[in-house]
């Protein structure tokens, strides 16, 4: 089945700076690739999704971005703000209708 | 439309105890999942269907049980409540527009204690 990793597991950085997080899968066939985010007390809700057939899509201040021939795909959120704050998670599925999620990545942007 | 509901919110179980989490959709979603949300272990399957009358097992089935008689509700059972089992679960479900995953709806989640 499908493995996915997460790194890091925690990303601590100001205000207006970037945050970057990176995922790496294992399964060639997954075709799938969401971000979710996750508030404190909240459910997981869906920020941004690529399909395999694109190399990079963005909306506003977060931006995914895919390398096939690696297998990673990563999040970039530009000029953080403190409401950015959150539990990330990737999540990476082939031939499976239900997706493998990364362990999630804590941001805490501070003001 | 209510999108994906659970009930109870919270509950408090003693060890032996059985009980039923409860999960409905209502946008004619195929395939409907059960997790469990632990600190640092991320979301973990627990048991999923593809469709009424269809179900399979996760990553960590032990101790729980699924039907689905219907394509709205996707009921989970805690057999006999263990300490290992208090953990926050949340159901999802998604709609396939072909092969492959696709975006997963949340319910708000349970949390649930076992002493």
């Known amino acids: 089945g499908e493995n996915v990793e997460q790194h890091p597991s925690t990303l601590s950085v100001q205000e207006g700076d970037s945050a970057v997080i990176k995922c790496t899968y294992s399964d060639s066939a997954s075709n799938y690739f969401p971000w979710y985010k996750q508030e404190l007390g909240k459910r997981p809700q869906l920020i941004i999704d690529i399909r395999s057939n694109v190399g990079e899509k963005k909306d506003q201040r977060i931006a995914v971005t895919l390398n096939k021939t690696a297998k990673h795909f990563s999040l970039h959120i530009t000029e953080t703000q403190p409401e950015d704050s959150a539990v990330y998670f990737c999540a990476g599925g082939g031939g499976s209708y239900i997706p493998t999620f990364g362990r999630g990545t804590s941001l805490i942007v501070h003001p | 439309n209510a999108g994906v509901t659970q009930t109870p919110k919270f509950q408090v179980l003693k060890t032996g105890q059985s009980m039923t989490l409860q999960c409905a959709q209502d946008m004619n979603h195929e395939y409907m999942s059960w997790y469990r949300q632990d600190p640092g272990m991320g979301l973990r399957l627990i048991h999923y269907s593809v469709g009424a009358g269809i179900t399979d097992q996760g990553e960590v089935p032990n101790g729980y049980n699924v039907s689905r008689s219907t394509t709205e509700d996707f009921p989970l059972r805690l057999l006999s409540a263990a300490p290992s089992q208090t953990s926050v679960y949340f159901c999802?479900?998604?709609?396939?527009?072909?092969?492959?995953?696709?975006?997963?709806?949340f319910g708000p989640g349970t949390r649930l204690t076992v002493l």
């Open positions: 999802a479900s998604s709609y396939s527009q072909g092969a492959g995953t696709d975006t997963q709806y």
